[in-house]
């Protein structure tokens, strides 16, 4: 017996040597050789997953984000594709969109129109992305409409904006006109028995438009009158005509949609012109925090704003999201509106790829319908049929810190309405 035991005891010695041996082997391949099988395994076969040719392999699949990086715009579009690429950290962190890591590329708008056109089209054509990030203004997403349908593209479009529109090839995770022009003027004249305004805006398709839609609902809804409006060119840091021009109508409300850099000029005269914002009403809708990091809070403080969504806002999603995007790029960093809206084009469209179990971009526009985000940091999102977003309204007045004080918030989800009757 004791000679059986002693070589049953051998046997096990060799066995238990060539073990760690074979886990010493294993752990001499580097980890990242084994994650290509490991991806492959995970998902769905790529030919079943890519019917139309996108840059999809076994373990990625290629997204555009197209923001302006530098000009007038890049004070208001940094936000939104610093979201992006957090919220693209946190999927592929999670296991990636079916079963692959999203591969980013990322290119510059410039604060140009013709240059956003031309990066889109190298996105899709070219690089072949399933999906792209990007724009703000409405006039650089009117320029690549057309080469997004042309070729086919799927744009998640984060800014407020207009309404007017409905594409296939378009999700818009801001808000339209409805939820957010005809809601703050809604609020101001009850809040603060308006009656009189002074619109100021950009010199472009969105603050046109959206002033077009304010003055209807300000004469032929509030029964109030327009006493004011004027247009500058992006970019533009001489407000102090405009300045007295207020002085000089005393309106109950300037309502603003001066968009970009031209802000930091704009606010900073009001105050040097004397206009105390805790006694003249100003209702913005193009300020977020974002903005007024480079204006200085103490600047634009007392103004109201109309958002969807403010950094202080009181729930977990928000909280977490919050805490994710300072550790990602900065405890001084602020959080606005477009920015938060970015952070939800990724999970949507992941959420959606997974509906439909595909990446082609036509079946990805059929899924989309219905398809929650619960987690949002705003709260909650679905998206409508038409491709925009259930979402709430709130306004927030501006606060010497920077950060908004939400002094309202409706009390339920309103359906999106890109072409509300009589304001076409």
Not at 26 to 49: F, K
Not at 55 to 79: K, N, Q, R, W
Not at 193 to 216: C, E, V
Not at 338 to 348: E, F, I, N, R, S
């Amino acid at each position: 017996m004791a000679g059986n035991e002693r070589g049953l005891a051998g046997d096990l010695g060799l066995e238990s040597a060539l073990r760690r041996r074979l886990l010493m082997g294993l752990a001499a391949v580097p980890a990242a050789s084994l994650l290509p099988r490991l991806a492959q395994a995970a998902g769905p076969p790529t030919a079943s997953v890519n019917t139309t040719g996108l840059a999809v392999t076994d373990t990625e699949v290629t997204v555009g984000i197209l923001h302006s990086v530098t000009g007038t715009m890049a004070i208001s579009e940094t936000g939104a594709q610093q979201a992006e690429k957090l919220a693209i950290e946190e999927i592929n962190a999670a296991g990636g969109v079916l079963g692959r890591k999203i591969k980013v590329i990322q290119e510059d708008g410039a604060s140009d129109w013709p240059t956003f056109a031309e990066k889109a089209k190298k996105l899709l054509v070219n690089d072949k992305c399933a999906a792209v990030m990007g724009c703000w203004t409405s006039a650089s997403r009117k320029a690549v409409l057309p080469v997004f349908e042309q070729y086919n593209g799927m744009l998640y479009y984060p800014t407020f904006y207009e309404g007017l529109e409905e594409s296939k090839n378009v999700i818009y995770t801001g808000q339209e006109a409805t939820q957010q022009i005809l809601a703050s003027l809604d609020w101001v004249a009850k809040e603060k028995d308006a009656k009189t305004f002074f619109f100021i805006g950009s010199d472009y398709i969105w603050p046109r438009t959206s002033n077009k839609i304010a003055r209807k609902h300000v004469e032929n809804v509030l029964k109030g009158k327009v006493v004011g409006e004027e247009y500058f060119p992006l970019g533009h840091t001489q407000f102090n005509s405009v300045i007295n021009k207020i002085k000089l109508t005393k309106p109950n409300v300037i309502f603003t949609d001066v968009v970009g850099g031209s802000n930091v000029a704009f606010y900073k005269q009001l105050k040097a012109a004397g206009i105390d914002l805790s006694k003249q009403v100003l209702m913005t809708i193009s300020v977020t925090e974002d903005e007024i990091d480079g204006i200085g809070g103490e600047n634009i403080a007392g103004a109201y704003a109309c958002m969807k969504y403010f950094q202080s806002l009181k729930n977990p999603n928000n909280e977490k999201f919050v805490a994710a995007f300072k550790k990602m790029w900065g405890e001084k960093t602020v959080i606005g509106d477009v920015t938060q809206a970015a952070y939800l084009g990724p999970y949507l469209w992941k959420l959606t790829a997974e509906k439909a179990g595909s990446f082609d971009v036509d079946k990805i526009a059929a899924a989309s319908a219905g398809v929650e985000f619960k987690s949002a940091p705003e709260g909650y999102v679905k998206i409508h049929p038409n491709h925009h977003l259930w979402s709430k309204t709130r306004v927030g007045k501006a606060l010497p810190n920077g950060q908004f004080e939400v002094v309202y918030e409706s009390p339920d989800l309103i359906e999106p309405n890109p072409f509300p009757k009589g304001y076409q």
